[in-house]
Structures are given as C-alpha cells and as structure tokens.
C-alpha cells in the first residue's frame, strides 16, 4: 500500500515537472529540485541518497562530459580553421542561378558538418554563415530556419558526442554494429525528409525579397569572391571521427582528438609555434565557454536521474502491466522537454525504463533517441533554436508549425527501423 502511494505521489510530482518546464522553469534548478523531492517521497535513506543519487552519478559521468569537451572543441576548430566556412563558401557558388539547388546543398553541407561537430557555439558559427547564404538566394526566413535545424538533427543519430550523452542512462549500449547501420538509415531518412519538405515549399522561394530578409536579420549579402585558403582535402574532416570508429574501432576521444590536428595540420594552424598555441589556447578557451552550462544542465540531470533509477522498483508492476516485454510503441511527445525528451523531462522516463530491467539497452537506447531528435530538431526549448528564433527573427508558431508535422513522420518511420533492427 505504501509503495503504491509512493509511486502515485512520484507521478503527480512528474507531472508538475512537466508544466513547469511546458512554463520555461529552469532546467537546472528543476532537476536538481527534483532529484531531492523523489529521493524524499521515495523513501530512499539519506545515506544513499548522498552517494548513490549526488555523488556516484557526476562523478560516474566524467567520461561523457570529455567526450562532450572534445566534441565541442572539434566544432570550434572546424569553424575557426575555415573548413566549415570553405565548405558553405562552395554551395554560395550556386545560389543565384539555381536556388532550390543550393538550398539542398546547404542542407547536405550542415549534416555533413555536425556527423561529428556539436554543440550550440558550433550551430551558431555555422549558422551565422549558410543562414544568410539561404536568405540570398530568396529562401523565406521561416522555412530557411526550419529546415536548418532539421538538417542539424538528421546526422545526431551518428553524432558520437551525443550518443555519449544519452549513454549515460543506457551504459551498456554500444556504438557501433548494428546501431551504425540503423544511424545512418534513420539520419538517411530524416534528411530526405527534410529536402522532400523544403521542394515541396520551393514556390515561397523569392529573390525578390532576399535583400529585406537580410536586412531583417542585419547580415550583408554573402559574397562568392574570395578565394579560400582551405584545401579540398579537408572537406572529409568532418567525418573523420565516424570513419575511425567504423573502420578501426577507434573510441570517440582518440577519433576526434586525430580529426581536430588533422583539421589544424591541413589548415596551416601548426604552423609556428606561437601561432599555434595561441590558436590553440582559443579553440578550446571558447569551446570550454560554449558548453559550460550544458555541462552543469548534465550534473543536475544525472543526479535526478540517479533519483528515478532507485525509484524505478515503483514503476515496475506498472510499465509490466502495460509494456510488452519485446516492444515498446511510442509517439513522439518530446516537445517542450516532455516525458520523452532524453534532455528534459524524458530523463525520468530513460532512468525508469533502464531501472525496470524489462527491456535492454540496446532496444532501448534509438527507441527514445528518435523522439529526442525530433525535439532537438524542432523544439523551440533546444539552446540552437531559441538562437535561431532570435537571428532569423521567426515566430515560435511558424517554427514549429513547419517542423513538428515533418518529424513526426520522421520519427515514427525510425520508431520502425528501431523495431525492426531491435524489436
């Protein structure tokens, strides 16, 4: 009787979680207020709950947060070398006479790129130079943004970075073999997708108003002139990370350590001492900047998680009851960080599920990765997007009016894929 109530007292309390999230609470201060109230009305002893829910769980993550540094670090050096520029320079070429033709390759371009960049400080670098590429070229302001972000998420189901993240509810998923291939189909399919939309659209496009659209956002318009410095060679860069793994098994650090000084060896940032110790310096000075309040948003999500991973015993009777042992049917009800959003309110519902023990990890781990990409593509609470609102001057509703009917095709043509590869 008393774990019955318990457990219905932790639901009410998750589901004001929710609103107040729905509400623009604060992350931070929500989950770490969270992890102290489930500790409390699940009855967890305070001795555990010192170790097992503050203590263990941060410094248990310590690895995942390098892999996010270095992650970061290789998205600021691809920027500041002049590889991501180089490479959006070559799609500005083809804008003026062909824009449904650059607006496709910008979108190639920007799942190229973040196949291993992350990070919000890498979107804005990149954005800051294909936005106003598409709004040259006659693109609107609203569906410009809308497919950027989509093409943003469509390579994160390869994005080790990220992968390493949501690896801390699932520890002993893997990456590599059978979910490599199930990443690139699903990233494959998210990206036809979002080009299927923007063509679909290709009537709104309108050269005629580029120069208002840019005057709107307070960016020139882009020129094709100058010549770069940067070596086609380095054009592969960006997925040098994935290759390493897929090819050589190599783990993410030593992958994207090899990528970030090939990036700066081919780019000539080597090349004197002093040069390159003071682009060094930089690189990772703002790449540290870019992600510290991702890093505390991780330690206080981590620990409310450790919270739900000892209250999951509670939920078990419950999700047995009416979760199949093999499958799981999900809708994509991620927005606004809800209950499937790994990097919101979803991380009560992760702990949960990975506590209960009735599904493995490796199931599990794309199962719920779908949902939280349609969020990182589409949500107007994801850090990149709230910038893109802000540059582009777009309104929330028109964000996600264009966005959220996409992906949630896409994702529910993933959940099948995670079925069918997993299921």
């Known amino acids: 009787?008393?774990?019955?109530?318990?457990?219905?007292?932790?639901?009410?309390?998750?589901?004001?979680?929710?609103?107040?999230?729905?509400?623009?609470?604060?992350?931070?201060?929500?989950?770490?207020?969270?992890?102290?109230?489930?500790?409390?009305?699940?009855?967890?002893?305070?001795?555990?709950?010192?170790?097992?829910?503050?203590?263990?769980?941060a410094l248990n993550y310590g690895p995942t947060i390098i892999y996010i540094v270095f992650g970061s670090w290789f998205g600021r050096v691809l920027v500041?070398?002049?590889?991501?520029?180089?490479?959006?320079?070559?799609?500005n070429r083809v804008g003026k006479k062909h824009p449904v033709l650059a607006g496709i390759l910008i979108l190639l371009v920007t799942s190229f790129i973040f196949v291993s960049a992350y990070g919000v400080g890498s979107v804005i670098a990149i954005g800051v130079i294909l936005l106003p590429i598409m709004l040259s070229v006659g693109i609107p302001r609203d569906l410009a943004l809308s497919v950027f972000s989509m093409a943003i998420g469509a390579p994160m189901y390869l994005n080790v970075v990220l992968y390493n993240q949501v690896k801390a509810f699932f520890p002993n998923a893997v990456y590599g073999g059978k979910y490599l291939v199930f990443a690139a189909i699903a990233g494959v399919v998210?990206?036809?997708?979002?080009?299927?939309?923007?063509?679909?659209?290709?009537?709104?496009?309108?050269?005629?108003?580029a120069e208002q659209n840019l005057e709107i956002i307070g960016a020139e318009q882009p020129s094709d002139d100058g010549k770069s410095n940067v070596s086609v060679l380095t054009y592969i860069i960006p997925i040098v990370p994935v290759l390493m793994n897929m090819i050589f098994k190599?783990?993410?650090?030593?992958?994207?350590?090899?990528?970030?000084?090939?990036?700066?060896?081919?780019?000539?940032?080597?090349?004197?001492?002093?040069?390159?110790?003071?682009?060094?310096?930089?690189?990772i000075q703002q790449s540290v900047s870019d992600i510290a309040g991702l890093i505390m948003f991780l330690m206080a999500l981590i620990m409310f998680s450790g919270a739900a991973s000892l209250d999951a015993v509670r939920f078990k009777p419950l999700f047995a009851a009416i979760l199949p042992n093999s499958h799981l049917v999900l809708a994509p009800l991620a927005l606004f960080r809800g209950p499937?959003?790994?990097?919101?309110?979803?991380?009560?519902?992760?702990?949960?599920?990975s506590g209960t023990g009735l599904f493995n990890d490796s199931f599990l781990i794309p199962l719920l990765y779908a949902?939280?990409?349609?969020?990182?593509?589409?949500?107007?609470?994801?850090?990149?997007?709230?910038?893109?609102?802000?540059?582009?001057?777009?309104?929330?509703?028109?964000?996600?009016?264009?966005?959220?009917?996409?992906?949630?095709?896409?994702?529910?043509?993933?959940?099948?894929?995670?079925?069918?590869?997993?299921?």
């Open 1 to 57: 009787m008393v774990s019955t109530i318990s457990a219905i007292l932790l639901l009410i309390t998750f589901v004001f979680f929710i609103y107040y999230i729905i509400k623009g609470g604060n992350l931070v201060i929500g989950f770490f207020v969270m992890a102290i109230i489930w500790s409390v009305v699940g009855m967890i002893p305070a001795n555990i709950v010192i170790q097992k829910v503050f203590a263990e769980p």
């Open 340 to 353: 499937l959003h790994l990097w919101g309110a979803g991380a009560a519902t992760a702990a949960v599920l």
């Open 250 to 283: 190599w783990d993410a650090i030593p992958s994207l350590t090899l990528a970030t000084i090939l990036a700066m060896l081919l780019t000539g940032k080597m090349k004197g001492y002093k040069k390159f110790v003071e682009f060094l310096n930089n690189t």
């Open 190 to 209: 998210q990206l036809l997708a979002v080009i299927i939309f923007f063509v679909l659209n290709r009537r709104r496009i309108d050269p005629a108003n």
């Open 371 to 423: 949902p939280a990409i349609l969020a990182v593509s589409t949500d107007i609470t994801q850090s990149w997007n709230v910038w893109g609102l802000s540059y582009m001057k777009v309104q929330s509703k028109d964000f996600l009016k264009h966005g959220v009917p996409v992906m949630w095709i896409v994702t529910i043509i993933n959940e099948l894929l995670v079925y069918y590869f997993f299921g």
């Open 80 to 91: 500041d070398s002049g590889i991501a520029p180089a490479i959006s320079q070559q799609t």
